[in-house]
Nanobody
Framework: QVQLVESGGGLVQPGGSLRLSCAAP????????MGWYRQAPGQDRELVAF???????YYADSVKGRFTISRNNANDTVFLQMNDLKAEDTAVYYC?????????WGQGTQVTVSS
């Protein structure tokens, strides 16, 4: 099975930064739109950002100007640079294709923004 592995989360103070990575094997996702999603406790999973194979991007209004999604199509690695983090960014962050497929959900990486 193909696995997507998220990493880079952690505990950070408000205003801090984190860079998340999503690693995939075999370069099979290069033609597809890749997205970052997040799920806070008691909340639905939401789309944070996506990036197309031509590198055009989309961001949720809540993260515009603070987050940057990027990708390396050669090795199917997707990144999410998160700056000026806020408490409301606290969530488990996942990557997947967009629209997502159930079989590609990984373990996610926890981002906690707290002083």
């Amino acid at each position: 099975q193909v696995q997507l592995v998220e990493s880079g989360g952690g505990l950070v103070q408000p205003g801090g930064s984190l860079r998340l990575s999503c690693a995939a094997p075999g370069s099979i996702f290069s033609p597809y739109v890749m997205g970052w999603y997040r799920q806070a406790p008691g909340q639905d999973r939401e789309l944070v950002a996506f990036i197309r194979s031509d590198y055009r991007t989309y961001y949720a209004d809540s993260v515009k100007g603070r987050f940057t999604i990027s990708r390396n199509n050669a090795n199917d690695t997707v990144f999410l640079q998160m700056n000026d983090l806020k408490a409301e960014d606290t969530a488990v962050y996942y990557c997947n294709v967009n629209p997502p497929m159930l079989k590609y959900w990984g373990q996610g990486t926890q981002v906690t923004v707290s002083s």
